[in-house]
């Protein structure tokens, strides 16, 4: 997103990271990921950023997954505002995990939102909105990640606008929201007795939720180990790789999978 913004003519001082917990896997951000003249700020406490953008003076905060609800006195801050951009058709799937439930519940396509930001989470006005499509053929974060932020950076020009005319955005629609929290023990275990596609659909949408805090998913015991399945076919490979399961209803064949015993 510091490209984005930089390849539009935009100054970007400084870039807010937050401190990931020691059991988090994954990349931290640091010093060398950032273009020269561009500080980072990695403060103990999301009440620290009202502080750190009242020092920086921007004109916009602009955010991109981070993981954090900000207090008011942050989003309020910035001369024009906060801006936030949510992989979900707003009001919908509020919250921390959009797209591992669009996949839960066999959504075929996603939305991409920024708003502004003001007290409650993902609940403030629109400035632009998307939808791409969710191939079945994406099966991590990552590449959803890569194409939500692709359809983010095209909008910019005009969230930008926006808010540089004063433009206030527009009110979410009135139907009431739904909520994306993390998925929780109940689907973190694989059931054999399930169907073969409940079971296809649960390996997927645990794999493109990303790291859980707390919770592991989705664990399978094959041959009495339990492994954490990473990819699934309901059909036979061309090649013949694979692991074949007879479920409940029909069969499912394991590709990839970590072993946790």
Not at 209 to 227: E, K, L, M, S, Y
Request: hydrophobic content about 40%.
């Amino acid at each position: 997103m510091v490209e984005s913004l930089r390849a539009l003519g935009h100054q970007v001082p400084v870039v807010i990271g937050y401190r990931r917990p020691a059991d988090w896997p994954g990349h931290v951000l640091g010093e060398h990921d950032l273009p020269p003249g561009v500080d980072l700020a990695v403060p103990s406490r999301t009440e620290s950023v009202a502080s750190l953008l009242r020092a920086y003076a921007p004109d916009v905060a602009v955010s991109y997954g981070y993981p954090r609800k900000l207090p008011a006195a942050a989003v309020s801050a910035p001369r024009l505002g906060a801006v936030n951009c949510h992989p979900s058709a707003l009001p919908s799937y509020r919250g921390p995990n959009p797209v591992g439930w669009a996949v839960r519940n066999g959504e075929r396509t996603i939305g991409v939102t920024w708003h502004r930001m003001d007290a409650g989470l993902d609940t403030g006005y629109v400035l632009a909105r998307t939808t791409l499509a969710l191939d079945d053929d994406v099966w991590s974060f990552t590449g959803v990640n890569t194409r939500v932020l692709q359809a983010a950076s095209r909008m910019l020009p005009q969230v930008l606008r926006r808010l540089v005319h004063g433009d206030a955005g527009d009110p979410q629609p009135a139907q009431e929201g739904t909520w994306a929290g993390f998925f929780r023990e109940d689907y973190a275990t694989v059931d054999w007795s399930a169907k073969a596609s409940y079971i296809h659909t649960q390996v997927r949408a645990w794999n493109i939720a990303g790291h859980h805090p707390r919770v592991q998913g989705p664990v399978a015991v094959i041959d009495g180990t339990r492994w954490r399945l990473r990819r699934t076919a309901l059909e036979q490979p061309s090649q013949g790789t694979g692991r074949r399961i007879t479920c409940g209803t029909g069969q499912l064949w394991v590709l990839a999978a970590d072993p946790l015993d």
